[in-house]
């Protein structure tokens, strides 16, 4: 639970905080949830920072720099697609604690949730029919206009990937140390409790 509010909490403030578009690692959010967290919960780390950080974007910020990024991704079923998108992106993440193999398709699994993000969220602001035409040519050039930004959102996932994994690694490897050692420094009292009756 610790794990999932962290997670949550960090992501929101890394929302909050200036940044180019689309450098959000939510994929990597939702990765990580999904290989950390039971998935029957996983899915509300990504939907919980999205809604509580959109909730404060849409309603208690509203500066200049979040006028910016209300074009598109905020219209109902834009909003609704990034947020399946990412809960569905949780599903995914299991496939990282495979043995052997697990570690290995990260940059993989990194790029299949931008992916499955680029196509759902660009779908949608096709289908909200608000900007480009209801016709196999107005979804391609929804598409073509989003290229510009999908480097951005690739970059941020597999960055964010590779640091979720490794810290969440590392805790763990320390967590583990503290714990062997403080054991260890119980039996040590143990026995020289025993010695000195």
Do not use: Q
Not at 119 to 126: E, G, K, P, Y
Not at 141 to 163: H, S
Request: net charge positive; with cysteine; aromatic share 12%.
């Amino acid at each position: 639970m610790l794990k999932a509010i962290a997670l949550i909490a960090v992501t929101i403030l890394y929302r909050l905080s200036p940044h180019p578009w689309n450098l959000v690692p939510m994929g990597a959010v939702s990765l990580y949830a999904g290989a950390k967290l039971p998935l029957r919960w996983a899915w509300t780390v990504p939907i919980a920072a999205l809604v509580l950080s959109d909730m404060m974007i849409d309603f208690g910020l509203g500066g200049a720099y979040f006028a910016n990024h209300l074009v598109a991704e905020y219209h109902i079923y834009s909003r609704i697609a990034v947020y399946g998108a990412f809960a569905l992106t949780t599903l995914i993440g299991p496939l990282a604690n495979r043995p052997k193999v697990g570690p290995a398709l990260l940059p993989v699994l990194s790029l299949a949730a931008s992916g499955l993000l680029f196509l759902t969220s660009n779908f949608a602001v096709w289908a909200e029919g608000l900007l480009y035409p209801m016709n196999l040519s107005g979804l391609l050039a929804c598409y073509v206009a989003a290229i510009p930004f999908f480097d951005k959102t690739l970059l941020a996932d597999l960055i964010g990937t590779a640091v979720l994994f490794s810290l969440g690694a590392l805790v763990s490897h320390v967590y583990t140390l503290v714990a062997a050692r403080r054991y260890s420094l119980a039996d040590v009292a143990t026995v020289d409790d025993s010695v000195r009756s």
